[in-house]
């Protein structure tokens, strides 16, 4: 007879983000003081390691253009408040980058486990690569997960966040691979009355319910 899986908690897209308060290196950090600002949470599975620092250099890149869309960039991993200042002072020292956004220390896994960031199939010590997208209501909106051996690209990150803010201003939906700048999608309509008034609203439409517009 097989053991029952142990159930892993995860965060629900369209609800509350979990709260937590955690130690990072910027100090104590409370997630429900930062509504009114979008925030990007991700995990790394150690400081030290190779693809996190990479990681960490890019992250570090894209950080400015972040800030500028009003989003608040947060890492973790399963590592003490000593650690994660010794591999930043050590970034900077040997390749010369800043790591600007805090890195909250989750030795106790707290928080870890409060978003399902640790999957047995990979590490039951590390977390994996995950990537948490909350509103400025705190609300989840995205999540993405990778595995330990496997970076992430921060041009989809980028594009997810501009993707959102872009729904919620606009009220519209975003299309396979969309960029800014490229055309929406407009809501389909919902009556037999919408629909039949749909080729008069001036959009560029394949169909009744696949319509296209520039914003």
């Known amino acids: 007879m097989t053991e029952p899986q142990e159930c892993l908690s995860f965060p629900t897209i369209g609800e509350p983000a979990p709260d937590f308060e955690a130690e990072t290196t910027h100090g ?9 600002k979008w925030v990007i949470l991700f995990s790394h599975p150690a400081d030290f390691t190779p ?11 894209i950080h400015d253009e972040l800030k500028a869309l009003n989003v608040q960039l947060i890492g973790l991993s399963v590592d003490s408040v000593s650690a994660h200042l010794a591999w930043v ?5 040997k390749m010369g980058v800043q790591i600007p956004f805090p890195i909250i220390a989750d030795l106790t896994m707290k928080v870890s486990n409060l978003y399902g960031m640790i999957h047995k199939g990979q590490s039951s010590t590390a977390a994996v690569r995950a990537v948490f997208f ?3 209501k705190g609300i989840m909106r995205g999540m993405l997960y990778y ?9 989809e990150i980028l594009r997810l966040i501009k993707a959102f ?14 960029q800014p700048g490229d055309k929406v999608v407009v809501p389909a309509p919902k009556t037999a009355e919408e629909m039949a008034k749909r080729p008069t609203e001036g959009y560029e439409c ?3 319910y696949l319509c296209f517009k520039k914003i």
């Open 134 to 136: 909350i509103d400025d």
């Open 147 to 155: 595995p330990l051996s496997n970076g992430r690209y921060m041009p």
């Open 206 to 208: 394949k169909d009744w």
């Open 51 to 61: 693809v996190c620092t990479t990681e960490f250099l890019a992250f570090s890149e």
């Open 28 to 36: 104590p950090l409370k997630l429900s003081s930062l509504k009114g």
């Open 165 to 178: 803010q872009t729904t919620d201003k606009y009220h519209v939906a975003t299309p396979a691979n969309w």
């Open 89 to 93: 002072h050590a970034v900077k020292e």
